[in-house]
């Protein structure tokens, strides 16, 4: 409907169709239209008072169609809407598309999303969730979007950590037979980094050592290479129990390593072309007329670093995926890194490097024991668990449950759904360059801006049309049924869902869809309050609206990344 005032008003020939689009607005107040065309940009251009110009253009141009009308009002060009014909092709778009409705047609163009992307050897903490959840969910944005989309878990798989831990195992004389080293947890090789970080603060040499193993490993030490297979095939173990309890998915578990063979021609590349620079014993590329620090490529033991993996990367993927965007989900700490990143590519020649893309984000934040947020430390042992706080969550759910619905099947199901549906949606919900402070009680709330009332209205629908014992999709509605306040402020959200997730792709915020979300269901609470469903006259039209709304909310869900649960 916004496209079709903005296609008027080009015709006007005072705005284009795009600047239109920017202008248009909803009238605080309801009795003066659906939207509303600004005229006071153009009163200097036309010499004219607002008021005169959108009283003009009103008597000119006839309301478009699916309008009943346009009315000038204090330099204001309002709309109003066909309210009957509005209900009938938004419902009857949703019957045909679906959870689909509002998706785009696809664009025959790929986007490559790097995130979560956790160091091996050690447990996913909290902190964490901010990185995996984002990029799940933009994933699925941008697929919703017409994207093709390349889901990246670009594993921290290589580097001195792996010295560290190789060093700690064999000081603590720990058995490396295929036995032992099969049977590996995560929590095991936690235990010996917390121990390492430890030990290292009266024996500093033990840096240098753990240096001299990566640089072992690097080059291929046959033994060093046992011991990393079996401390990364320990991690991944445990890393997709929890992403398949969080419904987190992956097409590629590409890590750092995995770019080892690709380094020697980057590193080739950026010789031939005279960018590399020996500096202080260590190779570097000098990027002083982008007012950068120098950005280093190799150790003076010949070891790579984190940026020589990444453009290792970034040229084998455009290369694998020829993407047209590449996100690369990372905490706002690694801004400079992604910037000499970017520029390093740019000075190899890859023109492409302007399709690179971080989209930074805050830190997710806990109460430590003095009463103060901060960021917890995995490595140090002080960082909140994920697997701990899902299990915790689960448990104040499932405590709910047995007090309100004991008789509930699969409740430790559901339990646990819930309770990783109220995490993610505490961090989603907010823009995501701001830090996030975990509330317990908040988060797991089912009243206000939590997960969980989100998913308690679409319950009460799917409760709905259960008890209905009718299919909604043989259903006939009478839009005139429809056209009540409640039934007709719940269609006109329903509508918004397209722009909706075009915004949230654009700006890369999900936020935008879990503030959607709260919207839609608290519409939803609203017209099951006040009309009666089952039994009314206008039972078959208020139905099918339940149904429609019941899709568009589910949807929102999984594009979340939350999972859509029908009874709690």
């Not at 792996?162 to 235990?191: A, C, H, W």
């Not at 982008?290 to 455009?318: E, N, Q, V």
């Not at 694998?320 to 890194?337: M, P, R, S, T, W």
């Amino acid at each position: 409907m916004k496209e079709k005032i903005a296609s008027l008003a080009e015709q006007t020939t005072h705005w284009t169709a795009e600047e239109a689009l920017a202008l248009i607005s909803v009238p605080p107040d309801t009795s003066c239209g659906d939207w509303s065309l600004p005229c006071f940009t153009l009163a200097k251009k036309l010499r004219k008072a607002p008021k005169a110009i959108a009283e003009e253009l009103a008597a000119k141009f006839p309301a478009p169609e699916g309008f009943a009308k346009t009315e000038a009002l204090n330099g204001y060009w309002n709309f109003y809407i066909d309210k009957a014909s509005f209900v009938k092709n938004i419902l009857s778009d949703i019957k045909e598309k679906g959870l689909e409705f509002g998706f785009a047609k696809q664009k025959n163009k790929t986007v490559a999303i790097d995130y979560s992307s956790p160091n091996i050897g050690k447990e996913l903490a909290f902190h964490h969730l901010r990185s995996t959840m984002l990029g799940n969910s933009l994933a699925r944005i941008f697929k919703a979007s017409g994207y093709k989309v390349e889901r990246i878990n670009h594993l921290g798989d290589w580097g001195t950590q792996f010295g560290k831990l190789i060093v700690m195992y064999l000081r603590e004389n720990l058995p490396t037979d295929e036995q032992t080293l099969s049977g590996l947890t995560v929590k095991e090789l936690n235990k010996l980094y917390a121990q390492f970080s430890k030990v290292s603060k009266d024996e500093p040499e033990l840096e240098d050592k753990a240096r001299e193993a990566f640089a072992k490993l690097e080059k291929g030490d046959e033994f060093y290479r046992k011991l990393w297979t079996a401390f990364r095939e320990a991690t991944l173990k445990e890393l997709k129990r929890i992403y398949k309890i969080m419904g987190v998915d992956f097409d590629h578990y590409t890590g750092e390593s995995f770019f080892e063979t690709h380094i020697p021609s980057v590193v080739k590349e950026l010789q031939a072309k005279g960018l590399l620079v020996n500096s202080q014993e260590r190779d570097v590329v000098l990027l002083d007329e982008l007012s950068l620090p120098p950005c280093l490529i190799r150790k003076s033991d010949g070891s790579t670093l984190y940026a020589t993996r990444d453009l290792a990367a970034a040229i084998y993927r455009k290369k694998e995926f020829n993407f047209d965007k590449c996100l690369y989900i990372v905490d706002n700490g690694q801004a400079l890194h992604f910037r000499q990143v970017f520029a390093v590519l740019g000075k190899i020649g890859c023109e492409w490097n302007n399709d690179c893309e971080h989209i930074p984000f805050g830190l997710i934040l806990h109460k430590n024991e003095e009463g103060k947020w901060e960021k917890g430390k995995t490595r140090a042992g002080t960082a909140s668990l994920l697997r701990d706080v899902i299990e915790a969550a689960s448990e104040k759910i499932l405590a709910v449950i047995n007090e309100k619905n004991p008789a509930l099947e699969n409740k430790e199901d559901i339990a646990t759904k819930i309770g990783v549906g109220a995490i993610v949606f505490n961090d989603l919900k907010n823009r995501r360059l701001m830090d996030v402070k975990f509330d317990w009680d908040a988060a797991l709330s089912f009243d206000g801006a939590t997960g969980p009332y989100v998913q308690n209205a679409h319950v009460r629908l799917c409760s709905i049309l259960r008890k209905s014992n009718k299919n909604a999709l043989e259903l006939e509605f009478k839009s005139e049924e429809l056209l009540d306040q409640n039934s007709y402020d719940l269609i006109k959200a329903l509508s918004c869902k397209e722009e909706k997730i075009n915004i949230a792709c654009e700006s890369r915020e999900p936020c935008t869809l879990a503030q959607y979300s709260l919207e839609l269901a608290e519409a939803a609470h609203r017209f099951i309050h006040n009309n009666r469903v089952i039994g009314s006259s206008e039972e078959n039209s208020r139905l099918f609206l339940v149904y429609c709304t019941q899709q568009v909310l589910e949807s929102l869900l999984e594009l979340l990344g939350i999972a859509p649960i029908k009874e709690m």
